[in-house]
């Protein structure tokens, strides 16, 4: 399949995208996993992108299409992929339609999880994720079992630095401007499957994998 999961900060792609994955046989592609990984080994592309992300601003889009592209067609031939975190603008949108030109088919479907503002914050200000791993936790609703301790891996848990109160309005505001109007650019192709993303990570997932079935 050829997916996008698309959602405001916090809305639980990287949590849901795995269990997706695993029952597709999609390759996960995050966006923001490949710019964390430029920025932890300092690589040219690192640092460029890392003064935006800082900021919670949008990384420029040639950088960014560029990397993504080149991923497509390196890891999966420009098939069964889930991405995540990409596009974020319409102008990132057209040019993954540009990359399906004159194939027979072009995406399957685009999951959209809508999660409001007030749950966004509150999720976001107690997150500490695994920079090993890429698991992600929660003071208030997932903690550990060892403080500080990835369950998943032994790695060191850390806040993301843009996970800091203002860094997250800025990402927030950014979503509601650049990101979310491609909810109505892929719903006019018919492709857009709405999920409540307000619930647990297991329904969540549970509803993502029901819209699926439809197809
Ligand atoms: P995420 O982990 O998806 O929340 O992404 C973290 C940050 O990486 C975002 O706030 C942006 O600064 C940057 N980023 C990720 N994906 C994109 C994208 N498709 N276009 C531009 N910037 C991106």
Request: hydrophobic share 35%; proline share 5%; glycine share 10%.
């Given at each position: 399949m050829r997916l996008i999961i698309m959602g405001p900060?916090?809305?639980g792609k990287g949590t849901v995208a795995p269990g997706v994955c695993k029952a597709t046989g999609c390759k996960h592609i995050s966006t923001g996993d490949m710019f964390r990984n430029n920025i932890k080994n300092q690589t040219a592309l690192g640092q460029e992108a890392q003064t935006y992300i800082q900021k919670g601003q949008l990384v420029p889009d040639e950088l960014t299409i560029r990397m993504v592209r080149q991923t497509l067609l390196e890891d999966c031939k420009g098939d069964q992929f889930l991405l995540d975190?990409?596009?974020?603008?319409v102008s990132q949108a057209e040019a993954l339609d540009g990359f399906f030109a004159g194939q027979e088919r072009g995406l399957d479907a685009v999951i959209l999880l809508v999660v409001p503002d007030e749950q966004i914050i509150s999720r976001l200000s107690g997150r500490m994720v695994c920079p090993d791993c890429g698991e992600s936790y929660n003071v208030n609703s997932r903690r550990p079992?060892?403080?500080?301790?990835?369950?998943?891996?032994?790695g060191k848990l850390v806040v993301r630095e843009d996970d800091r109160e203002e860094t997250v309005k800025s990402r927030l505001d950014v979503y509601h401007s650049q990101s979310e109007p491609l909810a109505d650019y892929y719903d006019r192709k018919g492709l857009l499957l709405k999920i409540?993303?307000?619930?647990?990570p297991e329904a969540v997932t549970q509803s993502v994998a029901d819209a699926l079935r439809g197809l």
């Amino acid at each position: 399949m050829r997916l996008i999961i698309m959602g405001p900060p916090g809305a639980g792609k990287g949590t849901v995208a795995p269990g997706v994955c695993k029952a597709t046989g999609c390759k996960h592609i995050s966006t923001g996993d490949m710019f964390r990984n430029n920025i932890k080994n300092q690589t040219a592309l690192g640092q460029e992108a890392q003064t935006y992300i800082q900021k919670g601003q949008l990384v420029p889009d040639e950088l960014t299409i560029r990397m993504v592209r080149q991923t497509l067609l390196e890891d999966c031939k420009g098939d069964q992929f889930l991405l995540d975190g990409f596009p974020r603008n319409v102008s990132q949108a057209e040019a993954l339609d540009g990359f399906f030109a004159g194939q027979e088919r072009g995406l399957d479907a685009v999951i959209l999880l809508v999660v409001p503002d007030e749950q966004i914050i509150s999720r976001l200000s107690g997150r500490m994720v695994c920079p090993d791993c890429g698991e992600s936790y929660n003071v208030n609703s997932r903690r550990p079992a060892k403080e500080g301790i990835c369950d998943a891996c032994g790695g060191k848990l850390v806040v993301r630095e843009d996970d800091r109160e203002e860094t997250v309005k800025s990402r927030l505001d950014v979503y509601h401007s650049q990101s979310e109007p491609l909810a109505d650019y892929y719903d006019r192709k018919g492709l857009l499957l709405k999920i409540d993303g307000s619930q647990s990570p297991e329904a969540v997932t549970q509803s993502v994998a029901d819209a699926l079935r439809g197809l």
